[in-house]
């Protein structure tokens, strides 16, 4: 088995299916220490994002962002969807 790089923050979100599946993260202690200090950010700053850096399986990098919401409406649009051919 090849191990993870300790240095980088590798975090992998598996976003469900289809309903009532569970959203599953899978991340090295690196990454969840990331993603622990962009959730601690967005509280910390409501008027901000957190945001965190982090590389998936095929160290491919990308932002996750947190945003603490107060409303519905602010929950209701999701930012992206697959579009339909």
Not at 46 to 65: C, K, L, M, R
Not at 69 to 75: G, I, P, R, S, Y
Request: aromatic share 8%; with cysteine.
């Amino acid at each position: 088995m090849n191990e993870l790089a300790k240095e980088y923050p590798f975090v992998h979100v598996y976003a469900q299916q289809k309903l009532r599946q569970p959203v599953i993260i899978k991340a090295s202690t690196e990454g969840l220490c990331v993603l622990l200090n962009a959730i601690v950010t967005a509280i910390a700053y409501q008027e901000n994002n957190g945001t965190a850096e982090v590389f998936d399986g095929d160290a491919e990098a990308y932002e996750v962002i947190v945003k603490v919401v107060n409303t519905h409406d602010e929950l209701s649009p999701v930012p992206y969807q697959i579009e339909k051919q």
